[in-house]
């Protein structure tokens, strides 16, 4: 249990870092990194570019890593 533990506390800490890269990545009031990176031209269907949506889903992605690792800490913490 204690080498499943230290691997989500690996995988907690890696994902928080990821995930306050990636929110400061967003667009605030003004313009955001990803308009560096090409997404300052908008499509026509959608409000957002595709780098902007890009990158809401990659952070929802991380986003999940890190509740299931929070989870699965807690979990190992209830059954030890």
Same mark, same amino acid.
């Given at each position: $249990? !204690? /080498? $499943?533990?230290i691997a989500l506390q690996a995988v907690v800490v890696i994902s %928080? =870092?990821?995930?306050?890269?990636? &929110?400061? $990545?967003?667009?605030?009031? @003004?313009?955001?990194?990803? !308009? $560096?990176?090409?997404? /300052?031209? %908008? %499509?026509?269907? /959608? /409000?957002?570019? &595709?780098?902007? #949506?890009?990158?809401?889903r990659l952070t929802v992605f991380a986003s999940i890593i890190w509740?299931?690792?929070?989870? @699965?800490?807690? =979990?190992?913490? #209830?059954?030890?």
């Amino acid at each position: $249990m !204690d /080498g $499943m533990r230290i691997a989500l506390q690996a995988v907690v800490v890696i994902s %928080s =870092l990821f995930l306050v890269l990636l &929110i400061l $990545m967003h667009k605030g009031k @003004g313009s955001g990194l990803s !308009d $560096m990176f090409g997404g /300052g031209v %908008s %499509s026509s269907l /959608g /409000g957002s570019s &595709i780098a902007e #949506r890009n990158l809401n889903r990659l952070t929802v992605f991380a986003s999940i890593i890190w509740l299931a690792a929070i989870v @699965g800490l807690g =979990l190992v913490a #209830r059954f030890q």
